[in-house]
């Protein structure tokens, strides 16, 4: 488990991402024709399912081809004096309709606020979806890729960011452990709001709440740092250590 690495040179980050549109019959028609044949992929075939219409609703926001990113929650720890207790500081950016200046400013973040040949991205399953959706809807919106977000090309094991779910796995990776599943092993508190994935749509689309959306993506990034800790048997942040800046 991580015991060497200076907190301050890790980033903790969570996405919250959604469809591209509300509906599926509002995208353009080559990406409809697009989703019906990935819809036939997620389908087993069988009675019952959902259709390509329910299942864009549902899994859209998953796939950066069909998605978009609606908040990008940041923490960083900051400590003043090596007498002082670490303070984790919590930044969220929020945009319902301009993807790319969110992209923007998030990368202007990582290219300012740190040194990028010691900056280590930290989510919980960030290799395989934080991290790629990023530079992929960087790539799209024409947003220069960060240095220490630029891994094209490299092979897993040259990817140096940090994965709470992957340090739980130690190799095994046949099944997916839910953030909230270890939060809960490992005694970490429970904060409001909690959000399941599936439902960050409807409350984008449905209830228009982006400050709600922000709030979980906070949560996200405040439990995988509380996780992170604890993967260092370090004591748990307490609430007069995070700060939402």
């Known amino acids: 488990m991580p015991t060497a690495r200076p907190l301050e040179d890790i980033l903790f980050v969570a996405i919250q991402t959604v469809p591209q549109r509300a509906t599926l019959s509002e995208l353009p028609e080559r990406l409809q024709e697009a989703w019906h044949?990935?819809?036939?992929?997620?389908?087993?075939?069988?009675?019952?399912?959902?259709?390509?219409?329910?299942?864009?609703?549902?899994?859209?926001?998953?796939?950066?081809?069909?998605?978009?990113?609606?908040?990008?929650?940041?923490?960083?720890?900051?400590?003043?004096?090596?007498?002082?207790e670490p303070e984790l500081r919590v930044k969220s950016i929020s945009s319902a309709d301009n993807e790319k200046s969110l992209l923007e400013?998030?990368?202007?973040?990582?290219?300012?606020?740190?040194?990028?040949?010691?900056?280590?991205?930290?989510?919980?399953?960030?290799?395989?979806?934080?991290?790629?959706?990023?530079?992929?809807?960087?790539?799209?919106?024409?947003?220069p890729i960060p240095e220490a977000l630029n891994f094209a090309g490299k092979k897993p094991w040259e990817v140096p960011h940090l994965d709470t779910m992957e340090m739980w796995m130690f190799g095994n990776r046949k099944?997916?452990?839910?953030?909230?599943?270890l939060a809960a092993?490992?005694?970490?508190?429970?904060?409001?709001?909690?959000?399941?994935?599936?439902?960050?749509?409807?409350?984008?689309?449905?209830e228009q709440d982006l400050q709600k959306i922000a709030a979980h993506g906070q949560q996200d990034v405040i439990t995988t740092a509380q996780l992170y800790m604890r993967y260092r048997?370090?004591?748990?942040?307490?609430?007069?250590?995070?700060?939402?800046?």
């Open 37 to 84: 044949h990935k819809a036939s992929l997620l389908r087993n075939g069988g009675a019952g399912e959902p259709t390509p219409e329910a299942l864009f609703a549902q899994q859209a926001g998953l796939y950066a081809e069909f998605g978009k990113i609606v908040n990008i929650a940041a923490g960083y720890f900051h400590q003043a004096t090596k007498e002082e």
């Open 105 to 143: 400013e998030f990368k202007d973040l990582l290219n300012e606020r740190f040194d990028q040949k010691k900056l280590r991205l930290c989510a919980h399953n960030g290799k395989e979806f934080d991290f790629p959706y990023l530079c992929r809807r960087m790539l799209l919106h024409c947003v």
């Open 175 to 181: 099944h997916f452990v839910p953030l909230g599943l």
């Open 185 to 206: 092993i490992f005694d970490i508190p429970a904060r409001e709001p909690e959000l399941n994935g599936d439902e960050i749509s409807s409350v984008f689309y449905e």
């Open 233 to 245: 048997c370090n004591p748990l942040l307490k609430e007069e250590q995070i700060l939402l800046v």
